[in-house]
């Protein structure tokens, strides 16, 4: 579902086509009349100033633009008896700018910049709102893109590393459950080098909690699970035994975390790898 913006307790449908973020200006409209919104746009597209701002951004934007129909368009617009709806701009001019969506979620949709312009004609003070929370969302995608970016990477490298444990740590002829238990205890040797804990002690400790501790990381913690993942690929590989491997990976662990939050940091107990 696309993202919905509020803007001065109006809800504004947002878009997205072939890379191009459009909001629905059909929305924008009801902010200042509810009832007539197709007559408030086809009032701004009869505007002179509008013709010629949605002609010229076609003509930055849209390699397939028709500029003889624009011109013919805009000879007339001014003009008492000029009418001109967002479908007749479309299929004359061959605009991408706008799109008109038929439907119960239907409406007319303006790529940013031209949505920005009519809601300026609505309200300047709506218009800078809904500048105001265009770019938080904006800023609220970028931010979850990252996560997942992080998340993805971390998922890519497990992928590595049970490749690694499939060659290496798994011998001839066991069972799917043994198999099943060496990919645990690689998991666990990797939560104890990071987080100190095995995933059923996290259980354990956090109980009332969703999801598992890597749900639960910091985004310093994540990218530091991917590297200690890379790494721990490389040492199975080099038939390093399971408690040095645990060693080493906790080492890193310290001084990848040191570096990255800027101060020393404990990840996992002594006894914890003794025990390893």
Same mark, same amino acid.
């Given at each position: 579902?696309?993202?919905?913006?509020? =803007?001065?307790?109006?809800?504004?449908?947002?878009?997205?086509?072939?890379?191009?973020?459009?909001?629905?200006?059909?929305?924008?409209?009801?902010?200042?009349?509810?009832?007539?919104?197709?007559?408030?746009?086809?009032?701004?597209?009869?505007?002179?100033?509008?013709?010629?701002?949605?002609?010229?951004?076609?003509?930055?934007?849209?390699?397939?633009?028709?500029? =003889?129909?624009?011109?013919?368009?805009?000879?007339?617009?001014?003009?008492?008896?000029? +009418?001109? +709806?967002?479908?007749?701009?479309?299929?004359?001019?061959?605009?991408?700018?706008?799109?008109?969506?038929?439907?119960?979620?239907?409406?007319?949709?303006?790529?940013?910049?031209?949505?920005?312009?009519?809601?300026?004609?609505?309200?300047?003070?709506?218009?800078?709102?809904?500048?105001?929370?265009?770019?938080?969302?904006?800023?609220?995608?970028?931010?979850?893109?990252?996560?997942?970016?992080?998340?993805?990477?971390?998922? =890519?490298?497990?992928?590595?590393?049970?490749?690694?444990?499939?060659?290496?740590?798994? @011998?001839?002829?066991? +069972?799917?459950?043994?198999?099943?238990?060496?990919?645990?205890?690689?998991?666990?040797?990797?939560?104890?080098?990071?987080?100190?804990?095995?995933?059923?002690?996290? /259980?354990?400790?956090?109980?009332?909690?969703?999801?598992?501790?890597?749900?639960?990381?910091?985004?310093?913690?994540?990218?530091?699970?991917?590297?200690?993942?890379?790494?721990?690929?490389?040492?199975?590989?080099?038939?390093?035994?399971? @408690?040095? /491997?645990?060693?080493?990976?906790?080492?890193?662990?310290?001084?990848?975390?040191?570096?990255?939050?800027?101060?020393?940091?404990?990840?996992?107990?002594?006894?914890?790898?003794?025990?390893?």
């Amino acid at each position: 579902m696309a993202a919905k913006l509020e =803007v001065l307790e109006q809800q504004i449908a947002t878009y997205t086509k072939d890379g191009i973020e459009y909001i629905c200006i059909t929305d924008i409209a009801r902010y200042k009349n509810s009832a007539h919104t197709d007559d408030l746009i086809r009032n701004w597209l009869r505007n002179r100033n509008t013709v010629e701002f949605l002609g010229i951004w076609e003509q930055l934007n849209n390699p397939e633009f028709n500029p =003889v129909e624009f011109d013919g368009i805009k000879k007339q617009a001014g003009l008492n008896s000029f +009418t001109l +709806t967002s479908k007749q701009w479309i299929e004359q001019t061959n605009a991408i700018g706008l799109i008109s969506k038929a439907g119960r979620y239907g409406g007319t949709y303006a790529q940013k910049d031209i949505a920005f312009e009519f809601a300026s004609w609505i309200s300047v003070e709506f218009k800078l709102y809904l500048i105001k929370e265009f770019q938080r969302l904006k800023e609220q995608e970028l931010q979850q893109l990252g996560w997942d970016i992080r998340r993805n990477l971390a998922k =890519v490298n497990y992928l590595i590393h049970t490749d690694a444990i499939k060659q290496n740590l798994i @011998p001839d002829a066991i +069972t799917s459950a043994q198999i099943s238990h060496i990919y645990a205890d690689e998991a666990d040797l990797l939560n104890v080098a990071l987080f100190g804990v095995t995933a059923r002690q996290w /259980r354990d400790q956090y109980s009332d909690l969703k999801g598992n501790m890597r749900d639960h990381a910091n985004v310093h913690q994540l990218v530091c699970l991917a590297n200690l993942e890379a790494m721990n690929a490389y040492l199975i590989q080099q038939q390093v035994s399971a @408690p040095e /491997r645990l060693r080493q990976l906790n080492e890193l662990a310290i001084h990848q975390m040191t570096i990255l939050t800027r101060q020393p940091i404990a990840l996992a107990n002594q006894s914890t790898l003794e025990q390893g």
